[in-house]
């Protein structure tokens, strides 16, 4: 088998690298000065990439070296690595300001062959802008000392980062469709070693199919029910230590009482369901796999009544009976799920406690984005359905639907907001409306989606 060498010590591209099931080392470039200036941003890019694996290449005498470099460029300046703390602050004040570009050069050197590839990618950026305190906050809990443009998304950057137009794992640090590619046209099998790579986690968790009431599909899941609990329980401990839970007593009876009823007339009764509250002013809500549901002080205090909190409450169940949040782990962070669910496994044979901690921070702040707009409208759909089984007025979710709106429209999107994890507003309303048979206006109509809810 031919060596390869990854001409970076980024964690972030020894990851994705991983993902792609490739056996390698690790051969750090040790070069102290990069080429900066300009405004041909591709070719800067590149050129570093290639000095980079230059410099690794005279270290080996054959195999295959991989080598990248990434920049920001925002108002035609170029953000690379910040020098120190203060640099990294001023650095992400300034991006999240505006929209910037990340550029990443990507170099694969074959050194048996004589050969070298180079390409790049480019990635647009759109942030929601942070306060002193924010940031302070984000480089407490992250280091931003190596990272381009101090911030990174696949961690706590997610919850800032508005979205993106381009590549994602070029956000991360390496464009892996266009290293795939390269390794390809350089004779690398890496579809074979990432069917085993996967293979292998498929034997260890198991494989089901199983029909889905809600969704009346035969679904596929890399896991069983007590998998999926035991990843709830861990993903659980990570919120407890991001939040504390609030004091209040009557609040916290009121939602689980709430939460109870909900769970008592929904369409899953395979797991146990648990109902707390944040001691958080945020307007949110999130559900976990396993039965896991967490409100926010914020949100239960903006609800003017039981039935609103029994809608927002019956959505996020809907979330969890139709699996929405494993299947979103399941499909867009693969080599994240993995990792939890072998996790588990290992710490429950004695080994991999580790594992489960940082995969489970992995899981959690992927499931704090919020899920897709069919996800969405179809856990509306749900928890209007649910909210009347277990007593409660549905039309509550449409009143706090509406006043979320007009309250967000007059203050703006926060950083952490119900509004802004579950969006499309008159979308859903028209989707509860129809749930309920009531008769819909010409508002109802403004965003609608294309595929119906049966």
């Keep these: 088998m031919r060596k390869i060498y990854l001409a970076s010590d980024s964690r972030a591209r020894k990851k994705l690298l991983n993902i792609l099931g490739l056996k390698f080392k690790v051969l750090p470039s040790r070069l102290v000065k990069e080429k900066m200036s300009g405004k041909n941003y591709p070719r800067i890019v590149i050129a570093n990439a290639l000095l980079k694996a230059k410099d690794a290449s005279r270290r080996v005498k054959g195999g295959l070296i991989i080598a990248a470099d990434t920049i920001v460029v925002q108002d035609n300046k170029i953000f690379g690595k910040p020098k120190d703390l203060p640099d990294a602050r001023r650095m992400l004040k300034t991006l999240t300001r505006k929209p910037q570009l990340l550029y990443t050069g990507i170099v694969v050197l074959d050194k048996d062959k004589n050969k070298t590839l180079v390409d790049f990618e480019k990635t647009k950026v759109y942030m929601d802008p942070l306060t002193d305190k924010e940031i302070n906050n984000y480089f ?215 594992e489960v901690g940082a995969a489970a921070d992995a899981a959690y702040t992927e499931l ?29 979710m449409i009143t706090f639907l509406q006043k979320l709106d007009k309250y967000n429209k007059r203050k703006g999107p926060q950083p952490m907001s119900y509004y802004k994890t579950h969006p499309y507003v008159p979308d859903r309303i028209r989707v509860v409306k129809q749930e309920l048979g009531q008769n819909m206006n010409f508002n109802d109509y403004i965003n609608i989606e294309q595929k119906t809810h049966e």
């Design 140 to 354: 407490s809990r992250v280091s931003p000392l190596d990272k381009a443009g101090s911030f990174d998304i696949q961690g706590k950057g997610a919850f800032f980062i508005r979205r993106i137009e381009g590549c994602f794992y070029n956000v991360v640090g390496l464009p892996l469709r266009k290293l795939y590619l390269m390794l390809k046209e350089c004779g690398v099998k890496i579809f074979l070693m990432s069917c085993v790579f996967v293979s292998l986690c498929l034997c260890v968790l198991g494989c089901t199919t199983e029909y889905n009431l809600v969704t009346k599909e035969e679904e596929t899941y890399i896991y069983s029910t007590d998998k999926e609990v035991a990843m709830g329980q861990s993903i659980d401990k990570q919120i407890e230590k991001e939040y504390k839970p609030a004091e209040d007593l009557l609040m916290e009876d009121r939602v689980e009482k709430i939460g109870k009823k909900i769970a008592a007339v929904c369409d899953r009764k395979d797991i146990d369901y648990h109902f707390r509250v944040i001691d958080e002013e945020d307007v949110n809500a999130v559900s976990l796999p396993g039965g896991y549901v967490y409100i926010f002080k914020g949100l239960v205090e903006k609800a003017a009544n039981d039935d609103e909190l029994a809608g927002v409450i019956s959505h996020e169940v809907g979330h969890i009976v139709a699996r929405h949040s494993i299947k979103k782990l399941q499909g867009s962070q693969a080599y994240s799920i993995f990792r939890v669910l072998a996790g588990v496994a290992g710490s429950q044979g004695g080994q991999g406690a580790g």
């Design 368 to 396: 704090m984005l919020g899920y897709s707009r069919e996800d969405e409208l179809l856990a509306d759909q749900l928890g209007a359905r649910y909210a009347r089984l277990a007593g409660y007025n549905p039309k509550g």
